[in-house]
């Protein structure tokens, strides 16, 4: 199930239509996540969050080319991130104990995609990128982001 995350984006790098691998990027990440909450082992949710985070980003360079893979969307990366704090935050209830495995691989992709988000904001501002203004949104978001990320992070 590993070998469709690393294959989509390279043949999509090589031309090939990133749609028509979405159905292997959605088997796997289910494979994954079954397997997960199975063996409740945060290496599985981590190869799901892997999954799902691959996907994104191959759809958002199929509908908008760019020339880095992970660094060239820092809009994808920083709404990801924010959407994984939060799902880590919600973690924290009683109630979603089952579901606790979750948490670190969460937290962690969370601060992943947030540096990869802080880093692609930072390289457009260097490039000279005419859309500097959404450019400074995305610094506003990643400065924002960060306090969720450090209270996610003293918790655990």
């Known amino acids: 199930a590993a070998l469709p995350?690393?294959?989509?984006?390279a043949?999509?790098?090589?031309?090939w239509p990133v749609l028509d691998g979405m159905p292997t990027l959605l088997l796997a990440g289910l494979l994954f996540s079954i397997a997960g909450h199975?063996?409740?082992?945060?290496?599985?949710?981590?190869?799901a969050l892997v999954t799902v985070t691959v996907g994104v980003w191959s759809v958002a360079a199929w509908w908008a080319p760019?020339?880095?893979?992970?660094?060239?969307?820092?809009?994808?990366n920083g709404l990801l991130s924010l959407l994984m704090a939060l799902a880590a935050l919600g973690l924290?209830?009683?109630?979603a104990e089952p579901l606790t495995y979750w948490r670190q691989p969460l937290q962690g992709?969370?601060?992943?995609?947030?540096?990869l988000a802080l880093g692609g904001t930072v390289l457009a501002a260097l490039a000279?990128?005419?859309?500097?203004?959404l450019t400074?949104?995305?610094?506003?978001?990643?400065?924002?982001?960060?306090?969720?990320?450090?209270?996610?992070?003293?918790?655990?």
């Open 109 to 115: 992709m969370a601060g992943l995609l947030f540096a």
């Open 136 to 156: 400074m949104l995305l610094v506003l978001l990643c400065i924002t982001l960060f306090p969720v990320s450090l209270f996610c992070s003293i918790l655990f």
């Open 5 to 9: 995350v690393a294959l989509v984006p």
């Open 38 to 47: 199975h063996y409740r082992s945060a290496p599985h949710a981590v190869a």
């Open 92 to 95: 924290e209830r009683e109630r």
């Open 66 to 76: 760019l020339a880095l893979f992970a660094l060239g969307q820092p809009l994808v």
């Open 11 to 15: 043949l999509g790098a090589l031309g």
């Open 128 to 133: 000279g990128d005419p859309g500097l203004n």
